[in-house]
């Protein structure tokens, strides 16, 4: 089926070519864009034709495109390092809440599914299955050691 989409106003012409830079993974030259989708895409003085094929995967480079622009590895790979350093100066037999994930802001749903899709096990099934420092410890040092082996959120999407 083809769609035959008007371009408008500035915003509407913002949506079209984010949309345009989701369909081509990426690309900003508009050449490029037509290239990469051939004969599905037509660009036209006042619309654009494109055929709903093109929206088969669009959801997942949505989501690859947006990860990669969007997530701050840095930021995660600090908030970890935070975490080891409030554990440091917790004695080894004391036991540890999750209040702690709170005070280096690693609570929370996303962060949560990020450690999971990572290691297998979020960051709230560590402290519910682990009560003491040195325990809690050796797993989210296991977890700094797998951030450490990514040097860009895109190396870690093709984890």
Known sequence: MIYRVYTKDWYFNAGILGFLYVLSDGEKNIDNIINKCGQKLQINPNYLEFDTEL???FYEKYRKLA???FFDLGSYK????HLI???NEIKEDQKV???ILSEVALNGKVVNKFFECLN???LEDIFNSFQYQNEIKNKIQNLNNI???F???ENLFKQ
């Open 55 to 57: 929206l088969d995967d």
């Open 67 to 69: 990860f990669i622009n």
């Open 78 to 81: 600090g908030r970890v390092i």
């Open 85 to 87: 350093s409030k554990l």
């Open 97 to 99: 809440t999750k209040k």
């Open 120 to 122: 297998g096990t979020s």
């Open 147 to 149: 951030l450490n082996g």
């Open 151 to 153: 040097s860009s959120s």
